[in-house]
């Protein structure tokens, strides 16, 4: 039997899937349980988001629409411009320092439980297994010829997947084009170049990825497997076996807990052996513990033989797993980014106005003695709701707004006034001079966005 030492070296040098496909052995468990949740939890939200409705301007529209032709994010109530592209970035770090967080606390944990890659795998993982059988039987149907009985199990197995991969694939893109708009075009072969081009990408992806890359994404694609080495100490719970309980392992004989039956690596989805200590490759997902807990249990030995377990716990010192400056540091910085991304929102305006001069013609000269300029104001009214806006100048004595000065702005739009500003010339000015645009909601009365520009004399 090879020492652990060996083991961890050969573990070292294993660079990409040496040990062949895995097939994995499946397990009951709680930690296999919460697992399950998990991709239960996730696919509801991500299969069923597209499909819901809300309340949008007087009309019912999608309530999740990332609506990039329009440049606008739909998230039920709350409409998101390009404007908003800090509140987007802070989203991002909160979500950054929720998962830098989680991972100084359970390590990969995750990986384990709410990575889209480990989610989709479990799901083809268990259609492979009620198509092709337990882990024996597709080994056995690996090694097999071909025969009709296998080519029909693969045909299933890979029919299946495709549909999952097709179901995804519209899914997701149904969060960028209307999903009842969608589906009619792609049941009568009408869509847009974009809607095809990413159909076919994501759903591939889906497919390569799920059902045929599986661990190798997280061994060796995802980056984040290789830097969250960084964001661990000796204090974070990762997915342990107790080598103090468990060595010395002896099959049929029990002077460590441990009696080398192997389970917990059958039932690794990454294929590695979680009693050669803490590997890159273990995302967490705690299988082997589920595995190790059945056994223990049918041995009536205690429990958590492999646990998750701080190497801190593991080597018998007093564990302070909440009081270490990375978890409270990653804390303050969610808590402080969410407190400043509400506060946006909350304080972000829904009326914005861009006053544009005319570039073609600076001024004109009326028969009446008056001066005029030209302006288009680009109205972008935030709220989902229409609104009537009356415009008016301010700040340059004599100047006034001629022709039509209320206007009509849709909800969730952009609109382009055209304005035309005059004063009486000889009035002892010259040259160019400061004005304020003032643009009123004459609904609410109180909606009040001023702007400056210049108004240019002869
Ligand atoms: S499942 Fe438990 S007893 Fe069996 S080999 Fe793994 S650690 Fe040892
Ligand atoms: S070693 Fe255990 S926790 Fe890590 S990936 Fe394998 S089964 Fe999951």
Redesign the pocket.
Known sequence: MASAASRVQEARIELYRRKGKIHARETRGRWNSLRWAMVWLTQIVFYGGCWLSWERGGQVQQAVLFDIAGRKFHLFGLTLWPQDALLLAIMLIVAAAALFLATALAGRVFC?FACPQTVYTAIFAWVEARVEGDHLARAKLDAAPLSVRKAALRATKHGVWALIAGWTAISFVGYFTPIRELLPALAGLQLGPWEGFWLLFYGSFTYVQAGLAREAVCQHMCPYSRFQGVMVDRHTRN?SYDAARGEPRRAGRRDGACVDCGICVQ????G?D?RDGLQYQ???????ADACDTVMAKLGAPAGLVRFASEAELAGERVAAGLRPRVWVYGALAVAFTVAGLWLLVERPLLRVDVLRDRGTLLRETQDGQVENGYTLNVANLLEAPRRLAVAVEGLGGAQIVGERVFRAGAGSVTPLRVTVAMPAGGGLSGVQALRFVVTDEGDGATRVVEPSTFILP
């Open positions: 384990g997915a039932v690794c989805p990454t590695i979680i273990c995302i967490n997902c705690g299988l082997c």
